[in-house]
């Protein structure tokens, strides 16, 4: 996400026009809108759904993207807020988020009173050919420390326009607390360990040499991720196709590797002997941790089994699978208790990984 874009983030709301029923806010693009008082019946495209259900919203969801569904194109069975509200799945499809695509006839059907969008280009054209108010949030990835102030405005300005701002306040003071937890924990220590993410998922699988100089849950950590020295300006996701060469020269002492790719980057470990000559694989420090991308909650949670591996000492006292219950069911109440072992079945789960 560019500077600029942080820096034009919305103010907030302004004054209700009581005679119209409406609100004034500004929101992620800078743009002015016009926003019911009252919201009751709600759309996200671009993947927004999911801060609507962190915000304990879903009652008010009257439609989700092809990707939250369990058809065949879809991963609702792999995306935390959908495997805790499993009713969300039998809602009308009003898009393809992966296509960028959205069905403006179905919208229009279902009267939403608002539509989030994941940018000022897409919510321009929703509005314009629906007429409905169309709010631009921020979907992306938290790599940099103001992305996250932005998300966490996100989740405000979302709380304010869905009758949620308390329950915005503590979801924004849950996450102040992950980050202060795990910076606490790690900040004055080294853990003389490199590291190194392989299979970023990245609009599809990858192979070993897909990673993010990024990576949030390193981030998090304090860690050393060898990648962080790939010129890749932070974005939405800063996914970083490296050469097979560079990995090796780079020989990090811990891989941690995405479930979403993990049968591509078994593929292409087998298929590639040089690989052998990786300290991480040799010494039987690969592990697997669940993709994050996006989803926030994963983030903290694959953060809290990485801290366990690097500083097993300040990480003792920590579960990681009764850490990512607890993680789950914050950000996305229902059954978010019950969300990793649900994920373990359908998508990935914590552990070492035999190479």
């Given at each position: ?232 300006a932070a974005n ?28 591509s980057v078994m ?83 914590f552990k070492k990984?035999?190479?």
């Amino acid at each position: 996400m560019c500077l600029g874009y942080i820096l034009y983030f919305f103010s907030g709301l302004g004054e209700a026009n009581s005679s119209k029923g409406t609100v004034s806010i500004t929101d992620a693009a800078g743009r002015t809108i016009q926003v019911p008082v009252q919201v009751n019946r709600v759309i996200g495209v671009g993947t927004s759904n999911r801060n609507i259900v962190y915000l304990n919203a879903s009652d008010k969801l009257v439609g989700i993207e092809q990707v939250e569904t369990n058809s065949t194109s879809g991963w609702g069975n792999q995306l935390p807020y959908i495997i805790a509200h499993p009713e969300l799945m039998s809602l009308p499809v009003i898009g393809d988020a992966r296509k960028n695509e959205v069905n403006y006839e179905k919208i229009i059907e279902l009267k939403p009173d608002v539509i989030f969008a994941g940018n000022s280009q897409q919510a321009d054209v929703i509005q314009n050919k629906t007429g409905i108010p169309t709010i631009v949030v921020y979907v992306g990835a938290v790599e940099t420390s103001e992305q996250m102030d932005t998300y966490k405005k996100t989740l405000k300005i979302m709380g304010k326009v869905l009758g949620k701002e308390e329950r915005a306040k503590k979801l924004v003071n849950y996450i102040n607390s992950c980050e202060s937890d795990l910076d606490n924990r790690t900040k004055n220590v080294s853990s003389n360990k490199t590291v190194y993410v392989g299979g970023q998922v990245y609009y599809g699988a990858h192979d070993i040499t897909s990673t993010n100089p990024y990576y949030p849950p390193f981030v998090l950590l304090n860690a050393s991720n060898v990648a962080s020295v790939v010129n890749t300006a932070a974005n939405t996701t800063s996914h970083a196709q490296i050469d097979r060469e560079q990995l090796i020269k780079w020989n990090p002492d811990m891989i941690f590797i995405e479930s979403g790719s993990l049968t591509s980057v078994m593929n292409d470990t087998s298929e590639h002997s040089e690989y052998n000559d990786l300290k991480a694989i040799q010494n039987g420090n690969v592990y697997e941790v669940i993709s994050c991308c996006y989803d926030k909650d994963i983030m903290f949670v694959d953060a809290y089994y990485i801290g366990k591996i690097l500083y097993p000492e300040q990480f003792k006292d920590v579960d990681p699978e009764a850490k990512a219950n607890e993680i789950f069911e914050e950000f996305s109440g229902g059954s978010g208790g019950s969300v990793y072992s649900t994920m373990k079945v359908h998508y990935g789960e914590f552990k070492k990984l035999n190479f």
